[in-house]
């Protein structure tokens, strides 16, 4: 016993170092408090979800199984992506007249101190419709816009390229939260491909690095959030042979909404994410539930059969037994 017990000690330990990285034992994130009263320059955090088809909402993967940022870049390296977006002539960065605008650009310094792919903590409910809720590198500050922020720039290789190229063509989408606010979008789009046929010669894949995040307060609280992709910062990604380098960036607008906190779910009826989502996970849901019940009632029906021929043949055997009884009695007592 003791050389067995030696064995299977040393087998522990030695998978515990594999057990700490792969983040068993990690603890995890709890989520932002809906409803925050925020004071200016607070941290505001921006959590990813999943991605999946949006033809089958039911079909969800993590966020992190594409090969987005994890990371985000220091300062030195957005300050070095911002000078070389001011000498490309990118929309949208300078003010118009070609210059850098540092005062805006380098106000806030960045951190780069916050890490993705680390899981939250999530309710029954979110695990059973599929969502994988995890931290992002977005440096998000309440009340503070962003011009424009690199995220990480990487290069992409063939399994990279080939991951994002099949999301896209597959039409997936991406969901995020900011407290409980979701938002939505596509991670790319392609032109000029075969409805039957598909890609075709001539045809394009594009990839969307950056993201806009449009944020509404009300009395300190945070109660609109929308993210969009910009068209003229998308990446060709249609040659996965050929390794491509992707700046993926963000940039943040505030803005007073005049939506009570109490009612900003009410946005979110009209959404055409939501409703074929929600009700195939409903029907998904009450169809297991029936089918428990039924389940449960046949099998109550096989044990109450087999527990009625069991006490049938328990009370005849109980009959017989007294009446031989009675019958000895009575021999006895005729033999007296």
Sequence with gaps: MAPN????????????????????????????????????????????????PFNNPTETYRYYSLPFCSVHADHEEHKAAYEEEISVGIDGIDGGDGELDTASAFSRRIMADRVGAERHKQRLGESIVGDRRETSPYELSF??????????????GEKELTKFKEAIHNSWFFEM????????????DFEDEDAILGEMEGSHTY?????????????????????????DRRVDITNVNKPTTVQFSYSVEWFEDELPWKMRMTRYADSRFLPGSFEIHW????????????????????????????FSRYMDLDDETLEEEEVSIYFQLSLM
């Design 207 to 231: 990839l969307f690095p950056h993201l806009h995040f449009k944020i509404g307060t009300n009395n300190a609280q945070i109660v609109s959030v929308a993210v969009s992709t910009e068209h």
């Design 143 to 156: 009340q503070d816009d962003v011009e424009w922020r690199l995220l990480c720039k990487t290069t992409l």
């Design 5 to 52: 017990r030696l064995l299977s000690a040393l087998l522990l330990f030695s998978a515990l170092p594999t057990a700490i990285e792969g983040g068993f034992f990690k603890k995890k994130h709890r989520r932002q408090k809906a409803g925050t009263q925020y004071e200016e320059h607070n941290p505001v955090h921006v959590v990813v979800n999943k991605v999946g």
């Design 283 to 310: 029907l998904s849901i009450i169809n297991s539930f029936v089918l428990v019940l039924l389940l449960t009632a046949f099998l109550t029906i096989i044990l109450m059969r087999v527990l009625k021929n069991d």
């Design 177 to 188: 939260f900011i407290e409980d606010l979701p938002m939505w979008g596509y991670i790319g």
